[in-house]
């Protein structure tokens, strides 16, 4: 009998993937269904994005999250429990499903009445909601500000002499969940997209976000990647292990950039220690897709156990430098080039830590360039970028 109880609370520990482990200790990392699917994603279309994450080798690279986003939600039933859409035939299957391929599930909401797409949102029903994902074996929460906006907007009309009504609302509906997931016993990541509305760098933390959106949506050209990216200087002393700086998802494979483009994306957003959650069809990848998402090197960049998001270090027109320091005294370096012709851009080792010179690996080339001191200086083609890690 002991053994049988021993047993299964073995079992039962095991069937919960976060169990014991630190939700976020390093960047979040998988597949959201928004940036390719939208408003039509499918059961069908989850398993598949799961089978892809497994078969084409984005698991065993680290993306483990498989989340879907708006538009799964049906209505609530008389109790006021939520349901699924006929697009969703059963979400605890699903999440089944997902877990029993190594994977962990994610879902999103929105704390207003609405979602952003007028699906069904959680206002007023947190706790059950959060019982709800709870039970369905949900892992990941993405919480989007959506319609919520307009009950900031009353509260503002009501309250003309408080400058802080409106976030102070905010800032109580996003700690409502975060607390109605913790009171679940099941260890989700609860991601906030409120688009950077009132610095959720500063507040988020508290209320046991893991992550929290920075800007306003991202979407497939290089001019919005890049002004969302390039506009994070600033704020990466409010990363670190737990709790992220989110600058939205990963547009690779979506196929509106040059491969050029695309590795500028990833460099920016591992250099940010952003999460990565692949944002394409994963049921069609090309090689380059592959390569850029899978670059091992530029992904232990990412989740560097330092846990430090980097920083511009100078930018001159349209030539920018950042770096990342990584353990080991090691420290990443990305020369961009949003230029519209070849240029060659240069980082001073001897600045970022290196005055005697140190060993520098190319990461998109996956080679060492041996040992260099001084001015190190790459010729990138237009909107292109060198990532480099040196070392001593
Ligand atoms: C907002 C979010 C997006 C996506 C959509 C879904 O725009 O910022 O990431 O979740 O809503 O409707």
Redesign the pocket.
């Known amino acids: 009998m002991r053994v049988l109880a021993i047993l299964s609370l073995a079992v039962m520990v095991s069937s919960l993937p976060s169990f014991g482990q630190k939700v976020a200790a390093t960047p979040p990392m998988g597949w959201n269904s928004?940036n390719h699917f939208a408003?039509h994603v499918t059961d069908a279309d989850v398993r598949s994005a799961a089978d892809s994450l497994v078969s084409t080798g984005m698991r065993d690279a680290g993306y483990v999250y498989v989340n879907v986003?708006?538009?799964w939600q049906g209505k609530r039933d008389p109790q006021g429990v939520m349901h699924a859409n006929e697009r969703f035939p059963d979400m605890k299957a699903l999440g089944d499903y997902i877990h029993s391929k190594g994977l962990k599930f994610g879902i999103?909401s929105s704390p207003g009445a609405q979602?952003?797409?007028h699906y069904e949102g959680s206002l007023g029903h947190e706790t059950q909601d959060a019982k709800s994902y709870a039970e369905w074996g949900v892992d990941f929460l993405?919480y989007?500000l959506?319609s919520f906006q307009s009950n900031m907007r009353k509260v503002e009309a009501e309250h003309p002499d408080d400058p802080n009504a409106a976030k102070n609302l905010m800032i109580a509906v996003y700690r409502k969940m975060g607390d109605a997931l913790k009171a679940t016993g099941r260890p989700i990541l609860y991601s906030l997209?409120q688009?950077g509305v009132d610095q959720p760098w500063k507040w988020g933390p508290e209320l046991g976000a893991n992550m929290w959106?920075t800007t306003?949506?991202i979407d497939d050209s290089y001019g919005r990647m890049i002004a969302i990216g390039f506009s994070q200087a600033g704020l990466a002393k409010y990363a670190g292990p737990g709790h992220w700086n989110d600058p939205?998802?990963l547009e690779v494979g979506n196929g509106k950039m040059t491969e050029d483009e695309y590795k500028t994306h990833m460099s920016l957003w591992v250099l940010l220690a952003a999460p990565l959650l692949a944002g394409n069809d994963l049921t069609k990848m090309s090689d380059a897709d592959k390569n850029i998402l899978m670059n091992k090197e530029a992904i232990a960049i990412d989740q560097d156990a330092l846990g430090k998001q980097g920083d511009r270090l100078y930018e001159s027109g349209d030539l920018d430098v950042w770096t990342k320091p990584l353990s080991g005294g090691r420290v990443a370096v990305g020369l961009f080039n949003r230029s519209w012709s070849t240029r060659d851009v240069s980082v001073d080792l001897s600045e970022i830590g290196f005055k005697g010179g140190g060993s520098v690996r190319d990461v998109w080339k996956q080679t060492d360039l041996g040992r260099r001191s001084g001015v190190f200086t790459s010729r990138i083609p237009k909107h292109g970028v060198t990532l480099i890690v040196v070392g001593k």
């Open positions: 928004w408003g986003d708006d538009t999103y979602t952003c797409a993405k989007d959506c997209c688009y959106r306003d949506d939205d998802m």
